[in-house]
């Protein structure tokens, strides 16, 4: 007679496979994160939105142009990185004090993040950091625009769930154009610096 296999045995696969997307996420994000900045057409980055701050107040790309602009994606469930990266941000216009510029985050999750819960969720950052949210139509038109790739996790046993997301720091001129992905992974000073030149 053939033994039991152990129970963790039998979900030894299902681990393997959730390992395995998991990393095809992260080797996609990876993947263009290191195609964006040497984009040929930078035209394909960027466009059109309409979206909503926490006074109800519509923005648009229309309403940004004349100052150069930071863009993010991500949402307000995030465990780490988008905190962590919205703390570097903030740390970089604060280094630019009143020359300092706009720096959109534009939530992914627009389910449970409404316009009001990402005003709450900024005002633990820099001032001129801008929570936008929207209808899930409009928050997909805004993704499909910066080419970002965002997907809903598995839902637990509470109803809660993360996303998958892409996590990139889009910088655009005065125009509303793609100018790079903006490298944080150096001394604020330096990044306030390469941004006040775009003034």
Request: net charge negative.
């Amino acid at each position: 007679m053939r033994p039991t296999e152990p129970e963790n045995a039998r979900a030894f696969p299902i681990r393997i496979a959730a390992t395995m997307a998991a990393i095809a996420v992260f080797a996609i994000a990876a993947a263009w994160l290191a195609w964006a900045p040497q984009a040929s057409n930078r035209s394909l980055i960027g466009g059109p939105f309409a979206l909503q701050d926490g006074a109800g107040k519509t923005i648009t790309e229309e309403s940004l142009r004349g100052r150069p602009f930071l863009v993010y994606f991500g949402y307000t469930h995030c465990p780490d990185v988008c905190p962590t990266e919205l703390a570097a941000i903030s740390d970089v216009l604060a280094k630019m004090g009143d020359k300092a510029i706009p720096a959109l985050f534009i939530t992914v999750d627009p389910e449970r993040d409404t316009p009001k819960v990402m005003q709450d969720y900024v005002s633990s950052f820099d001032p001129h950091v801008i929570g936008l949210s929207g209808s899930p139509q409009a928050i997909s038109a805004a993704e499909k625009g910066y080419r970002v790739f965002a997907r809903k996790g598995e839902l637990q046993s509470d109803g809660g769930y993360s996303m998958d997301h892409s996590s990139i720091v889009y910088l655009m001129n005065k125009s509303g154009g793609f100018v790079e992905a903006l490298n944080l992974e150096r001394p604020p000073e330096e990044a306030a610096k390469e941004l006040e030149s775009y003034r």
